[in-house]
């Protein structure tokens, strides 16, 4: 094999590791991210309750506030709800 060849194949090896390295931190980055947004929220909604907001309201500023959409924001409040039972 020649110089010139081995360099080429060490170069794409090289890169190819460090895509795949580059993914991995990208999705380690993206759960810590959603785990904290998911404790954000579940921590806000006994805040909300305790305000006296009814369950519209506090699907509506969850939704405003963390944007995501009102599936989720029903979702999470009846996680929360479950625990309060």
Known sequence: MEA???VAREV???RTDSLAEGRE???SIGR???MTLA?????DIPKLIAANKGHEE???TLV???NIDQEQAE????QVMALRA
Request: hydrophobic residues 40%.
């Open 58 to 60: 506090i699907i509506t």
């Open 32 to 34: 810590r991210d959603g």
């Open 75 to 78: 979702s999470y409040y009846e």
């Open 12 to 14: 794409a090896r090289v």
């Open 39 to 43: 404790l954000a929220i579940l921590s």
């Open 64 to 66: 405003a506030k963390y």
């Open 25 to 27: 931190e990208g999705l």
């Open 4 to 6: 010139k060849e081995w």
